[in-house]
């Protein structure tokens, strides 16, 4: 087993650390807990306060973003009508069925106004026939 003194070093320049004592091991353990406890909390509450700002801008855009897609597809239904007697060959009738069988759902609502007028006649044709 190897001491100091076979490392060359005098055993003068060792020396064990300081010993401590319970109170102040205990006190400096309490004011570490304290200091990162402190800066703990306030990343918290950093975060926290980050968190809610966030989730009030994600809100109202979605809040914006409903409303702008409610208004595009009340209007397309509000002109949809007018629109098939338009574009199509159909009776009146066949309009306000087919009308009936696209408003219910808004991806048919959405692609109707998406096709070039001179397809949406064989389109309707194709939902009234049950093709489509």
């Known amino acids: 087993m190897k001491n ?4 060359n070093v005098d055993d003068q320049f060792v020396s064990p ?3 401590r004592s319970q109170s102040q091991t205990e006190c400096s353990s309490k004011y570490k807990r304290q200091k990162k406890s402190k800066s703990t909390g306030d990343l918290v ?9 966030l989730a009030a801008v994600i809100e109202k ?3 914006r973003l409903s409303k702008a897609m409610g208004e595009d597809m009340n209007e397309k239904h509000t002109k949809l009508g007018e ?3 338009k574009t199509t060959t159909l009776s009146i009738m066949e309009c306000h069925k087919v009308f009936k069988l696209i408003v219910q759902d808004n991806a048919m609502v959405s692609y109707f ?3 070039p007028d001179e397809l949406k006649d064989d389109w309707v044709k194709g939902i009234l026939a049950g093709t489509i």
């Open 4 to 7: 100091a003194s076979d490392n």
């Open 17 to 19: 650390a300081p010993k």
């Open 45 to 53: 509450d950093t975060i926290k306060e980050s968190t809610l700002a």
């Open 61 to 63: 855009s979605f809040s």
């Open 83 to 85: 629109e098939l007697s």
């Open 113 to 115: 106004f998406s096709l």
